[in-house]
């Protein structure tokens, strides 16, 4: 990445993927996800984000960066050093908090305008996932690998957990390619 590529993007971003290499925390969100996280977060300049699964900090840092000045961002780690590195990440914006627990703890900040599901809840309670959605809200996953077949496949087998996003009867849903070997699932909350 050249200095000018580096300077286009967000100091956050920057400063969020450097404490993930300080801490060996190779999970964190790619730049075009994150680029998806920004525009969304934008797209909604006074409301509510979410995020479960805050990691270093990465993911946090890219929907900070479109938040407008009176939206509010919780993002919830169970991680207690994640959850204390991100947070000192972000202490100098009162519109982020960061949560340390379950990704439960977020519900009590809903509904969401956007919520990037990337930890806790998208497997385990999808519907509870999709409740925490404001009509109109956008809900965001990645880490899917893309698949040509329908039903969606994954390993041979169909992705029901993928499947289930796609064709739940609350959501408008779709899957975007966010690299070659990488999808998101995007979606709204049907009103």
């Known amino acids: 990445m050249t200095g000018d590529e580096e300077r286009a993007l967000p100091t956050g971003v920057l400063a969020a993927e450097r404490v993930a290499a300080r801490l060996g925390f190779g999970k964190s969100c790619t730049r075009e996800v994150g680029r998806l996280l920004a525009f969304a977060a934008a797209a909604k300049p006074g409301g509510t984000v979410a995020e479960s699964g805050t990691g270093a900090g990465v993911g946090t840092a890219w929907l900070r960066s479109g938040l407008g000045p009176g939206a509010r961002l919780f993002t ?33 900040h809903a509904p969401f305008d956007v919520f990037f599901c ?10 509870r996932v999709v409740e925490l959605l404001a009509p109109g809200g956008l809900l965001l996953m990645d ?19 993928r499947l289930l996003y796609l064709a739940h009867p609350g959501l408008e849903a779709t899957e975007v390619l966010t690299a070659p070997g990488s999808a998101a699932v995007l979606a709204v909350r049907r009103a």
């Open 76 to 108: 919830a780690e169970r991680n207690g050093e994640l959850a204390r590195s991100s947070a000192e990440l972000f202490a100098d914006d009162a519109r982020v908090r960061v949560l340390h627990g379950d990704w439960r703890l977020l519900e009590e």
């Open 118 to 127: 990337d930890g806790g809840g998208k497997r385990d309670d999808p519907d």
């Open 143 to 161: 880490d899917f690998t893309p698949s040509p077949h329908w039903p969606p496949r994954f390993g041979g087998e169909v992705d029901r957990l």
